[in-house]
């Protein structure tokens, strides 16, 4: 399986605007730049992510976007289906039921064992996505990003918040 890279980039966006302070807004163009993505491309995900209840954008010239709820509230398998939908990744296409091996469909009551392989691992992965919040990705921050890049983005929020 493999997610776009909207997924990527949704998922920053979203832990950039859990860092506001609450009544702030940051412009998508802002948010573009902070992560060096095309604006066009990102402001299609950010508003699937408002479409999704996820974040909400404010018009007007202190505009841009917040996140619309807490970000103990919003996991990271809704960013994904906000982004990517919720259609499974496996589809059983039921091949075995073709080819030389065919038999009738009455001989086929029992579903695919690959098709409920893929399953069960697919609902484990969903599991673990929705159990990982925007702010347990916030709290890991302070471990994994470097203090020069905590001054500079520092600064640049300072500068990009509305």
């Given at each position: 399986?493999?997610?776009?890279?909207?997924?990527?980039?949704?998922?920053?966006?979203?832990?950039?605007?859990?860092?506001?302070?609450?009544?702030?807004?940051?412009?998508?163009?802002?948010?573009?730049?902070?992560?060096?993505?095309?604006p066009?491309?990102?402001?299609?995900?950010l508003?699937?992510?408002?479409?999704?209840?996820?974040?909400?954008?404010?018009?007007?010239?202190?505009?841009?976007?917040?996140?619309?709820?807490?970000?103990?509230?919003?996991?990271?398998?809704?960013?994904?289906?906000?982004?990517?939908?919720d259609?499974?990744?496996f589809r059983?296409s039921?091949?075995?039921?073709?080819?030389p091996?065919?038999?009738?469909?009455?001989?086929?009551?029992?579903?695919?064992?690959?098709?409920?392989?893929?399953?069960?691992?697919?609902?484990?992965?969903?599991e673990e996505?929705?159990?990982?919040?925007?702010?347990?990705?916030?709290?890991?921050?302070?471990?994994?990003?470097?203090?020069?890049?905590?001054?500079?983005?520092?600064?640049?929020?300072?500068?990009a918040?509305?």
């Open positions: 399986m493999q997610l776009g890279e909207g997924v990527e980039w949704a998922t920053h966006c979203c832990t950039v605007l859990a860092l506001m302070p609450p009544g702030r807004a940051m412009p998508a163009a802002r948010l573009a730049e902070f992560h060096g993505v095309a066009s491309y990102l402001a299609k995900h508003q699937a992510l408002a479409q999704a209840g996820i974040v909400e954008s404010t018009a007007g010239r202190n505009g841009g976007y917040r996140l619309a709820r807490d970000a103990t509230d919003i996991t990271l398998l809704q960013v994904v289906h906000a982004v990517e939908g259609q499974p990744a059983c039921e091949i075995r039921r073709r080819g091996a065919a038999a009738p469909a009455r001989h086929y009551s029992a579903r695919c064992a690959i098709a409920v392989a893929m399953d069960h691992a697919e609902a484990a992965w969903r996505l929705a159990s990982q919040t925007i702010a347990d990705i916030v709290a890991s921050l302070a471990q994994t990003v470097s203090a020069v890049s905590v001054r500079k983005a520092a600064t640049w929020y300072q500068k918040m509305r």
